[in-house]
């Protein structure tokens, strides 16, 4: 049974302001948590970021999970350099 994505207000904006390949790549990436919301490769956060990360090129996807209400939610997409701070 498929997740249900949900995007931040913040998430939306940063998607919307990138290269539309990029977009389209990260786009993928997110369709792609519904079906698998801790793929290979899927990191876990630590410190005082929550929940898990996973890389689409130079770029970070940060979001949570929530397994009783199947949900994934998408708090931040940004540049590898700047996505932890």
Known sequence: ?????L????AYRQIK???PQVAR???NALLQL?????P???ARLRGTLSGYRIRVGNWRILYTIDD???EVQVYRIRHRREAYR
């Open 25 to 27: 790549r990260i786009v």
């Open 68 to 70: 009783e209400a199947r």
């Open 17 to 19: 302001g990138l290269d």
């Open 1 to 5: 049974m498929k997740y249900r994505l």
């Open 40 to 42: 290979p490769g899927a």
């Open 34 to 38: 519904q079906e698998e919301p801790r």
């Open 7 to 10: 995007l931040k207000p913040t």
